[in-house]
Antibody
Framework: QVQLQESGPGLVKPSQTLSLTCTVS??????????WSWIRQPAGNGLEWIGR???????KYNPSVKSRLTISVDTSKNQFSLKLTSVTAADTAVYFC???????????WGKGTLVTVSS | EIVMTQSPATLSVSPGERATLSCRAS??????LAWYQQKPGQAPRLLIY???TRATGIPDRFSGSGSGTEFTLTISSLQSEDFAVYYC?????????FGQGTRLEIK
């Protein structure tokens, strides 16, 4: 089964850019069978899907963050990444990467990484 | 956007008893409904997809049902490891959305 691991800074200053990477193991990000998503969870709150990328670079974003979000894929490193610009305290959350098939239920998740937006 | 509303917010049930969790969608759809279990400090785990299909390795005490806008997750005989937060998720339409969760606690 595919395994995922998030990495990136745990602290970002307001107005700056939040950057995270998800490293995929146990399968190829370029297999063509999978879609790669980012999902976040503010402390004590529910889950918000924020966007996904396919191996060819095709993306879908949640309108709630679309103007600030870029998700990209690096097939040579078996990784995909998230960049969220102009962050505020409202972007503080645990960020998960996850994988789905063409039916978008999430079969595997990373363990999650906490990102705090604070000066 | 399809809004998913779960009820109750908290459900108190004794071990060995049945738990019934509800999820209502703001518009009707078929098949594209999943349930997840999340324990503190962990990622969610897929339990059910396609309304009623158990994911790999999920015990048969977990079952899903429903149609249209009303969906249910039933846990037939609660075990100690089942006390957690449960989320429903629709994947019928963009953006993908989750319910706010039901916390299942020990009575």
């Amino acid at each position: 089964q595919v395994q995922l691991q998030e990495s990136g800074p745990g602290l970002v200053k307001p107005s700056q850019t939040l950057s995270l990477t998800c490293t995929v193991s146990g399968g190829s990000i370029n297999s063509g069978s999978y879609f790669w998503s980012w999902i976040r969870q503010p402390a004590g709150n529910g889950l918000e899907w924020i966007g996904r990328v396919y191996s060819n670079g095709d993306t879908k974003y949640n309108p709630s963050v679309k103007s600030r979000l870029t998700i990209s894929v690096d097939t040579s490193k078996n990784q995909f990444s998230l960049k969220l610009t102009s962050v505020t305290a409202a972007d503080t959350a645990v960020y998960f990467c996850a994988v789905s098939g063409s039916l978008y239920h999430f079969d595997s998740w990373g363990k999650g990484t906490l990102v705090t937006v604070s000066s | 956007e399809i809004v998913m509303t779960q009820s109750p917010a908290t459900l108190s049930v004794s071990p060995g008893e049945r738990a019934t969790l509800s999820c209502r969608a703001s518009q009707s759809f078929s098949r594209h409904l999943a349930w997840y279990q999340q324990k503190p400090g962990q990622a969610p785990r897929l339990l059910i997809y396609g309304i009623s299909t158990r994911a790999t390795g999920i015990p048969d005490r977990f079952s899903g049902s429903g149609s249209g806008t009303e969906f249910t997750l039933t846990i037939s005989s609660l075990q100690s490891e089942d006390f957690a937060v449960y989320y429903c998720q629709q994947y019928f339409n963009w953006p993908l959305t989750f319910g706010q969760g039901t916390r299942l606690e020990i009575k």
